[in-house]
């Protein structure tokens, strides 16, 4: 019977296929068996640290645009902050009118207003976070959204396979102790005082 190679790589995460090319690579250095592979070895050689290389900057990226959005998220919480300070003044003053409020920039809640549901999340995404089986998820804050609901499942087209993963009041989370190796799809929903509003669209990532 013809042997065949079992490869596995489209279930592999990056950093798992950079090291099982970097396995082959010493490994075939000292194999007398297969003496003229193809592609040669400088040539086998030269793919794999093009995408160590691109490996590697793209992990800095993420880290770096973490640190980024982090920085970001603590000057937009401060700016909410002082906004919603500003707010509370203009409201503490005596006879002040809705003209006034509109003045400064700010809009006037409607007297009974019936409490809608929030719009759907959109713009979900994932990376790898900084440990095994970590996933963090961030999406597009929803006008009125109180909290967040986040579920995730192995096949996101059974709902009886999702599972909650966490409930969160800012537009990001981190899921932990997922299976490594594995696909995994992520949603999330708005929630608000008038409901729950729609689940965002499925997005995938393999667990690192």
């Not at 640290?49 to 973490?66: H, I, N, S, V």
Request: charged share 25%; with cysteine; aromatic share 6%.
């Amino acid at each position: 019977m013809k042997i065949q190679v079992k490869l596995e790589l489209k279930g592999k995460t990056d950093a798992e296929l950079e090291r099982f090319s970097r396995d082959h690579i010493d490994k075939m250095a000292v194999n007398t068996a297969f003496a003229t592979p193809t592609p040669g070895a400088a040539e086998f050689k030269s793919a794999h640290d093009a995408f160590a290389a691109a490996l590697g900057d793209c992990d800095q990226a993420q880290k770096t645009a973490q640190e980024k959005t982090r920085i970001k998220d603590a000057k937009r919480d401060a700016l909410e902050s002082a906004l919603t300070q500003r707010a509370h003044y203009i409201e503490s003053l005596p006879g002040v009118t809705a003209d006034q409020v509109l003045s400064a920039g700010f809009a006037v809640k409607a007297a009974g207003a019936a409490s809608a549901t929030p719009d759907k999340v959109v713009n979900l995404s994932l990376t790898t976070g900084d440990s095994g089986g970590e996933v963090d998820a961030q999406w597009n804050r929803v006008l009125g959204a109180r909290s967040y609901e986040v579920q995730f499942s192995a096949d996101p087209f059974a709902e009886a396979t999702w599972h909650n993963g966490t409930s969160v009041t800012r537009s990001k989370t981190s899921l932990h102790s997922l299976t490594t190796g594995t696909k995994t799809w992520v949603r999330a929903r708005a929630i608000a005082a008038g409901g729950p509003g729609a689940w965002s669209d499925p997005a995938q990532i393999t667990v690192p």
